[in-house]
């Protein structure tokens, strides 16, 4: 206070005065000093307390990894849950993989990534919502050799339905080297039922598991619409947008 006093007044000290306000000085400047080492030493002490803390709560939960009571489950039950988790529930988008849980349940530990590669099942359903289908998803090949000799179920939404990338498109070939397994489908496109289905009429492919099928299509006609094709257990059909007339005789159908 006696400082800030001189301050306001705009007092100068001269002599004897002004030299005790240089040593005042150089005391206070060596009390700097010391509180800004001590500052230090602190800060470098708490960056290491901290440090320590998330090392211990790492281990804490390792500790309690260990302990779950998951770890005691038989690999059938275990594989039970596994396969209520994942069906359905693999969405496959262009470049990002928000929902995949069948990859991350392998990701946890050895025991599980060992359980998931073993379970076809895990791999048989999946979902993919494009906006360009010319670059497929570089996991539907690896969902697709994981899941046989299981059927397959799946859902194909092109949201942009350009037809030029839909023509090139690998999934599509992918897709019909599978077509034996398809099981539950569903296209919708305005396009891709069409490239989907020409080349198995074509072909004169038989579905012998396809038990659903549900096409979205657009107003172009389409040949063969009633797509004369030997599914023996396809017993619900849902077309979309357009009318079809089933000539071909669908005796199994039970939901049209």
């Not at 004897?16 to 000085?25: I, T, V």
């Not at 990859?103 to 998931?116: I, K, T």
């Amino acid at each position: 206070s006696e400082n800030l006093s001189c301050v306001r007044a705009g007092y100068y000290p001269f002599g004897s005065e002004r030299a005790a306000y240089d040593k005042l000085l150089g005391d206070t400047q060596i009390e700097l000093d010391r509180c800004q080492k001590e500052i230090d030493r602190l800060e470098i002490l708490c960056n290491t307390l901290i440090a320590s803390k998330q090392l211990l709560q790492a281990n804490k939960r390792l500790i309690h990894s260990i302990l779950s009571p998951i770890h005691k489950l038989p690999l059938d039950l275990l594989g039970n849950i596994f396969e209520h988790l994942c069906y359905d529930r693999n969405y496959l988008y262009g470049s990002s993989l928000p929902n995949v849980p069948t990859l991350n349940l392998s990701s946890v530990c050895h025991r599980w990534r060992s359980l998931v590669s073993s379970m076809p099942i895990l791999w048989s359903t999946f979902n993919m919502i494009e906006k360009e289908f010319a670059r497929p998803h570089n996991l539907l090949p690896l969902f697709l050799g994981r899941s046989h000799p299981c059927p397959i179920d799946f859902q194909l939404h092109d949201r942009n339905e350009c037809e030029g990338s839909s023509r090139t498109s690998k999934y599509i070939s992918s897709l019909l080297l599978h077509s034996d397994r398809w099981r539950h489908v569903e296209i919708r496109s305005q396009f891709l039922p069409v490239y989907l289905l020409q080349p198995l009429i074509k072909n004169g492919a038989q579905l012998p598991s396809l038990k659903s099928l549900t096409l979205g299509m657009g107003d172009d006609e389409i040949d063969d619409t009633d797509f004369p094709m030997t599914c023996a257990n396809l017993k619900s059909l849902t077309v979309n947008q357009r009318g079809l007339e089933l000539q071909f005789p669908r005796p199994t159908i039970t939901r049209l």
